[in-house]
Each structure stands twice: as structure tokens, then as C-alpha cells.
């Protein structure tokens, strides 16, 4: 930095360009502990991490900004945060705990050098929540920030929970918050910045994570992220076990908090349960209502069939919650 | 599409939008063969990967549209196809041998459907190529077309080939192509579309896969994809390991085809050798020159210091291949 106007309170802040990509990955991963299961960490060609199970889950999502978040709704941190925990839901969704995370970040040359790092503190703290490890990634100029995360994880010796076991006669349950994110979105959307429970939780997701390996020590025959809606996916486990599902509304938590904020907007916080999305619960099924486990909640039957229904018909209110925008 | 208008040959193409997420990834997996070590494919919220080692090497690399590939230079197939030989090259360059990938994929709502399949053709082109298979990915709505992919490799009982082993006393070697890409790139950025084999070596890069392996059986010291550049990669070396590195120009193999695109466009063809990127050869270090494989080609010597020297002397030519524009 030039002296005379490094003294400059007038000065721009220090981009990622100023930086370089080689600075920015020394920054971001300087001094961070790694778990056990990082054998080699970041900084050559590949990252190796131990998979004793002899598998490897893995799971590649992509947030893009404008789309899946925007910076004056979330702070940076917020934004690297939901990015790392959207992945590992995905690594607990097949019963399996996350162990590794890899990032590519594309961002433009401008971007402030001190958002490229709190993303990547944001990162690291959701990893370390779950005990895994960012081992890698890669930095490079865009002309939008698009954040792309790889989550590894371990079976631990059992068998991946997959979307199409579901049976006949199975219950379906669900662990983690529905309808929260929903929430959240709608007060952001009338540009209200409270209650900041759920703002929080569209901000930044509180996936189950130890919830997928328990559900899979259970027995689940089948299990989901909650990412687009509670009915939308448990129609992917529809159509992948062949079976149909009811849930049976009393039977859904709606929370009072919801109830307090949907009545405020003039909204449905039972409609927020049912089909909001980015909340990244669990929802698997059992093979016996005595199966399921601790902490899941039942909320409805696997039939015969080949549907998604509410309390016995189709639902109404539409079940899309839409990515691609 | 509506029938009176599926007709029409001034119908627009169908677009990514048009097909959406699901259905893209319907489109470009169906069908395809997965290799023994793909254990569940893609599909389900995460894919499961054989890791018999006990151990997984896992990298990631992003690509920008404008950045690292201009489509009016590349068709969409080759770009696929660069996308993920870049990646297998930071497995091969462990030692290992890659087994996955995993493909998060931005693009514009109206990019025709066609550029995705495209690309999606080029990468399992590829992938096949090394017997990897495509596990899994994501696609999403951005501004412009940012390809992040993650590879995964096995290293098959043995120790990964780092870039911090390099000890003075030792050779070094390379196997690949080198300065290719660099003079393909000069070609297109002077509006010239051939000779095809520099242009071709541009578009797509032949990074010696088994070359990695097979320098790990031999006793390699270090091994370093070269993306940057030999001089510059070398330096990651030296740095890595504590060392100097001389480079030796007459033993540093410069093609005559390279020699003679150079010469048509007033260019240094050895300047393109020694400095340009994205051919993604290998460079490793040996422990004696016997133990430099069949196909590998000293170039060097590792001694006491911290430099990387030509002939003894600093390059005057600058060693930076800038992939942050």
C-alpha cells in the first residue's frame, strides 16, 4: 500500500482483485484447526480426507447472489454459512455425517476483500458446527458472486438412506423447523427486519444434522432435505419409492411463533409449514410408529399409490417453492 | 410446445428455463453408463463413492465464462470437457486415480438447452476418458455461465505426492504438454482459427492421467499440476519443499509445431513452454534419474536455496499466467 495515501480515510477498501486469489485462500485458511478426518488440508492439488468406511457421500449445491440470497438481507457471514449447511443436510439426508467441505467461490474483482472473508468465517463456523473440514476450493473473478460447495461425508459402516425406500404401511416424520424460512422471506419481502427469530432463520437454515444418522440407526427407509417444501419433497420420495403419502395436518408442528407472524402479514403459517422452503429439515420414513426416533415428530401414513396428499385430498395452495427465478 | 407453433422455423430454441432443473438433470444423466466405483449416482440428495483406500482425494476448480472460456472460441462441448480435465489433472497430480465428479453448473435462464447438453456430453466425454463417473451436481439461474466441478480420486494403497517433498539432489521431470495452449491462445487472439492442433490443444487439454500414478509407483518426491505455467508451478514446489529448482533449457522438449506457430506469429516458442498455462502436464520430482518414468522427461535439477533458475539464471521473461482478469 502507498504510504501517503494509506493514511487517506477517503481510501476504498481492499478488494479481492488487490488481494489475489492466492492471498485471499492464505487468509481465509490460515490458522484454522481441521478435524482428525482432514489428512491433508488446503493448499496443493487436491485435498485427501479419510473415508474409514471405504464410501464416500457427496453432494455439490450452488447458491447464487440475487437468487438464493442477497447481501442486504444477509450479512456475508449469514451467506457462507447457509451455504455450507445446505450442503451437509444433504450428507445427514442419506444418514451419513458430514466430514468435508470444498468451495469455489466466483465473486467480481471489486467485491470487497472483507466479504470474500467473512463469507469464509461463515463457512468455517457452520463446518465446525457438524465436525467437518474445509479442505479446498478455488477463487476466482465473476461478474456476480456465485458460491459453489461440495460436502463429502462418512456412512460410519451403514447403509445410505435413499429417497426410494418408502413401504406401505411406513410413517412419515420430520426433524428440524418447517415453515420458518418462509417466514422469514415474507417479512424481509415487506421490508421488515423483525422478528429476528424468523428473519434468522431464513438467513441461515439449523439443519438436523445429527438427526440423519439417528433416523438411519432407526431403521428409516427412506429420508429427504426438506430444501424446496415439506410436500414437494416428500413427493421426490413419493415418486422414488412408488408409494403415496398422506400428512395429516394435525399431526404437522405449526409453531406459535408462525402463527403470531402469519396472522401480522395476513399470511398462513400452516401453508409456510407445508410447502416453505430452505428451512432443510429431515423428513424419512419408518417402518413402525414405535421406530421413530427421538426429536422426529410423526406426520402422516405411506399408503399404496403414487401421490402426495393433505388429510386425505390434493393440496390446494400450490406446492412449488421456486429456485430458478 | 404449443402445436401450432412447433411448426415454426423462427421458433426460438427451447431453453434451460424451459426445461428446468429437474428436468436438464434428467436429460443430461439419463443413460448413462456409471462405472463400478459410482455405488448410487446421481439422483438422491447426495451420490455414494467406493473410497476402498480408506481415503478420499477431493479438489475443486470454477470456470467463468469470459474468464476461462469464451464460447465464440470453444463449442460447448469442448468447454465441458475442459471443465473437468482441469480438475482430474489436481488428482492425477496426488498420485491418484480419479474415480467422481461432481458438476455445479450457473447459467443464464435463456441459455438454449442445447449449450447445457452440450456441455454436460463434453464432461461425461471426458469423465469416461479417465473412468471417472458424473455423481452428481446442481443447476442454477445466474448472469452468466460458471462451471464448478469437484473431483474425487483414489489413491489405491498409496501415499499422496504432495508439493513439499521435493529434496535437493533430486530430478526433475515433466510429462504432458507444455506451451500448447499457451500458442493456441495467441492463434485465437490474433482472430485465427488454426493451425487446429495448438487451437484444439487450447480448447481442450490431454493431461497424462496415468502419468500420476504411474510417477507415485516410481518414488516421486513432489508433483505439481501445471495450470499456471512450468516456471510458475515449479515455484509452488520450490516454495512447498524449501528448495531451488534449475531448469535446463536444452533438455526442456519444445514441439516443432510450436516452433513453427511461433515463428509465423513473432512469438517465442520456448517462452510459451516455460510460461504458459492451462496444458495441464505433470511435473514431479525424483529422487535419481533412473527413477524417472518411461514418458517422462527431465528437465532439471532440485538443489539447496529457494528459487526457480533457467540455465542457472532468473527468467527475464516474467512467469505469470494471469487467470484473474
Known sequence: MDGDRGASPHDRSETVADVGEFGLIGRVTAGRAQPPTTLLGPGDDAAVVA??????VASTDVLVEGV??????STPEHVGQKAIAVNMADIAAMGAVPTALLVGLACPKATDAAVAEALAAGMWKEAVRAGAGLVGGDVVGADQIVISVTALGD?????????????????VAVAGRLGWAAAGLA???????SPVTVVGAYRVP?????????ASLAG??????????????LGHVAEESNVAIDVRTDLV?????????????????RHWVLTGGEDHALAATFPEPAAVPEGWTTIGTVTRGNSVTVDGKPYEG?????HWR
Open 206 to 214: 439449523d439443519p438436523p444434522y445429527a438427526a440423519g444418522p439417528q
Open 187 to 193: 417479512v424481509l419481502g415487506r421490508g421488515f427486519r
Open 253 to 269: 408442528p405449526v409453531h406459535q411463533r408462525l402463527v403470531e407472524v402469519a396472522s401480522a402479514l395476513g399470511a398462513d403459517a
Open 155 to 171: 456412512l460410519q459402516g451403514r447403509a445410505p438412506v435413499t429417497r426410494g425406500g418408502a413401504m406401505p404401511g411406513d410413517v
Open 51 to 56: 473415508a474409514a468406511d471405504g464410501r464416500v
Open 220 to 233: 428409516a427407509t427412506a429420508m429427504i432435505d426438506v430444501s424446496d417444501g415439506l410436500l414437494a419433497d
Open 68 to 73: 438464493h440470497f442477497r447481501l442486504d438481507w
Open 318 to 322: 400450490g406446492t412449488g417453492w421456486q
